[in-house]
């Protein structure tokens, strides 16, 4: 009987450490939230491990880790025994797939992105913009700028839905603490125009050293009741109109968000801002400037005189003295 139960016990240990059968090099396990041990047990099988999912039911009841096992989606690749399977589900070792949703993007963009994730399960791809805000929790408010431009990690199979959940609170958060963090240097009354100013700053800045000096030109010219006068908000009112090539035309043509023909903030952000435009929105340099203009080099020139600046365009975008 002893001999009995040694060899039993030889023979299990040996089972637990030896690579299990594959169909494939690797395959996809599918974990339900809330499904019994057994059942996992069972995935495990139709999965495509050769394994008699009654015994690896059996490892999981003896190793007293069957109650921790994670729902998840998990990869499963040749040479993994039963003890290393079992310590993946116990330790929710999901495979995990990532996402990048860069600062400046719109949100067109940033939908394009999600659409293109072909392990994210599409709950959103057919809502217009109103009805996906609606499936946030943020019924009536416009979407852009309201996510915030990270990396984000997700497993196979979730739903795009969590993801834009998740990007909407990390921008609130974000919003949140810059909000706290403003100086009287800054002229926006709440936290929303905060949002919309930092657009701007973020599609405006083409090098990070000049982005407190290009918040505290617009800071400047909203205190001095001047009109912002910048590209970027025209290009967005443009929308799927704009060819790449703004005209003077495009700069006379009226939308809510020409910041040309109408004064202050436009009505909406017009990109995901990044944590460092935040900042600065709310944070402007100590700068009495009103102008500046693109080098060439990614950096700006800044003036705080017409002429002064009407000197530099000619420099650095027309060529002349």
Sequence with gaps: MVLGAAA???????????PLRLSAPTLDLSIEP???????????????????????????????????????????????TPEKLLSKLARGEESLYAVTLVEGWTFRQFRAALNNEQMLKHDTQAL??????A???RAGVHPEGRF???????????????????AMRS????????WTQRTPA??????????????????????????????AVFNNRLRAGMPLQTDPTVIYGM???????????????????????????????????????LLAAVQPADSKALYFVARGDGSSQFSERLDDHNRAVNKYQRGTQ
């Excluded at 921008?171 to 810059?178: E, N, Q, S, W």
């Excluded at 035309?249 to 017009?270: K, V």
């Design 8 to 18: 039993a016990g030889a023979a299990g240990w040996w089972w637990l450490h030896q």
């Design 34 to 80: 809330r499904t019994l041990p057994r059942g996992v047990a069972q995935a495990v099988r139709d999965a495509g491990v050769a394994v008699d999912p009654r015994l690896l039911y059996l490892y999981f009841r003896v190793s007293g880790q069957d109650k921790r096992i994670k729902a998840g989606s998990y990869e499963l690749e040749t040479g993994i």
């Design 128 to 133: 217009a913009d109103g009805a996906l805000m």
């Design 135 to 137: 499936a946030v929790g």
């Design 148 to 166: 915030f431009p990270d990396t984000y990690t997700y497993s196979k199979g979730a739903s795009d839905t969590a993801l834009l959940k998740r």
């Design 171 to 178: 921008m609130d958060k974000r919003l949140a603490a810059a």
């Design 186 to 215: 800054t002229v926006v009354k709440t936290a929303d125009q905060a949002l919309i100013l930092a657009s701007i700053v973020e599609k405006e800045t083409g090098k990070a050293a000049d982005r407190t000096l290009v918040s």
């Design 239 to 277: 929308g799927a109109g704009f060819n790449g090539n703004l005209r003077k035309a495009d700069l006379q043509a009226d939308t809510p968000w020409n910041t040309y023909t109408r004064p202050g903030l436009p009505p909406t952000p017009i990109a995901m801002p990044g944590k460092a435009s």
